[in-house]
């Protein structure tokens, strides 16, 4: 049995319970998604943009699945508190795939609106109805399946002209006492001339079972708008994460995407962003340290739809031990579009030979009058700087990191949230010191909730 159909067929057997416990929006995109999956197959190691990464092995155990959705005992407002300093948001949880708000973001000033999917059904379904499920691709098995899953999930709104005044902050916990499919959904639409900033945290309490999280996120910025989306992964080695982000700008938007993973097992990140109006700003950025066994793989394809635009995109990764990175990124840039100002760069330290990195950088460019580059390299630290820093007093250990620190920091300088960017520093520093470099809070205050799964 391939691993898409053990799960086609769990939702055959609880379809009636699984849209029982959905919104409307979410069941009326089941018959594309179930019809988008009939013959379908997920990647195998070795396809193309999946060198080094195999997602029917990820999706092949018999993870469970909260069908009836069973709700936790635990409060995650007082499981977690996020420790990053001088910076106040408006805070939400997913407990696996369960939404739940904190006290502190219960209203929002400026019509802004956060909440669930299932709420949203009630409170705005015509923002469901227009954009959810507009941009998900589900000629992707992996989007598909999550669309066809998916029960419940988060809505972010930012009306015309308004400016969330806090960032918004979305913890994804994994936390059961059994191993569990996180389905997951994310819808962002940010207004004409509105601003926003958003930051996602992932993290693992229960280091004891094996997780699967499959997300979806649409990110809609209409016309000069302005959104930023940080996106940190700090699980832990029995998490399995595969997430799609798909981005539509429009006229004059200005869009950064910052995926950055600390501490994971398996990670598949997918970005897919089509620059739809004329006069836009893109930045897609990406930051992997990893060791041990860890797998980090990110693949981007950027769509240059309209002329006079920029876009920067850059990955770093830092591997040690037996660690595994891949990055396969294509830059499109169709006809008509002049003036495109495109950058595409993918950066690597493999700083031990038993380490893997895989590099795949692409440019598509049909149209004249443009200035687009892309390149990579892989190489291990400069052993001169090495020397040079070890002839000053420093300790091998110490320059090693310093070295690493300085290789990365231009990706943490792209990050526009001072207190996040201060942070990112500090955990940065940890975990080249070898240290476990998590939330403090997140660490250890989860609770073994049992929960029935399928």
Known sequence: MTALKQYIDLYTEHRAAIEAHAPAALNALRPAALKALDGARLPRKGEEDYEGTDLEQAFAP??????????????PGQAFSCDVPNMSTCLYFFYNDIFSPSRTARQLP???????????????????????????????PEVALNTLLAQDGMLVYIPDGVTAEKPIQL??????????????RLLVVVGENAHAKMLVCDHTQNTGVDYLGSQVVEIVALKDATFDYYDLEETNASTHRVSSVFVDQREGSNVLVDGMT????????????????????????????????QHVDNHSLLCHNKPNCHSNEMFKYVLNDEAVGAFAGKILVKPGCP????????RNIVA?????????PQLEIYTDDVQCSHGTAIGQLDEEALFYMRTRGIPLDQARMLLMQAFVDDVIDGVRLDALKDRLRHLVEKRFQGKMAMCQACAGNGCNSKIETY
């Open 352 to 360: 031990a030979p038993t380490a893997k990195m895989y590099s795949k």
């Open 110 to 140: 400026g019509g802004v609106v956060v909440e669930s999917l299932a709420q949203a059904q009630h409170n705005h379904p015509e923002i469901l109805a227009k954009y959810l499920g507009s941009l998900a691709d589900l000629s992707k």
């Open 62 to 75: 018999d993870y469970g699945v909260n069908v009836n959705r069973t709700h936790f005992t635990a409060d």
């Open 171 to 184: 913890v994804n916990i994994y936390n059961a006492a059994a191993p569990v499919m996180a389905v997951r």
């Open 339 to 346: 003036k495109t100002d495109a950058y595409q760069g993918n």
């Open 262 to 293: 600390l501490l994971n097992g398996f990670t598949r990140n997918d970005y897919y962003v089509n620059v739809d109006g004329e006069h836009c700003q893109t930045q897609l950025l990406g930051m992997t340290i990893a060791s041990g066994t």
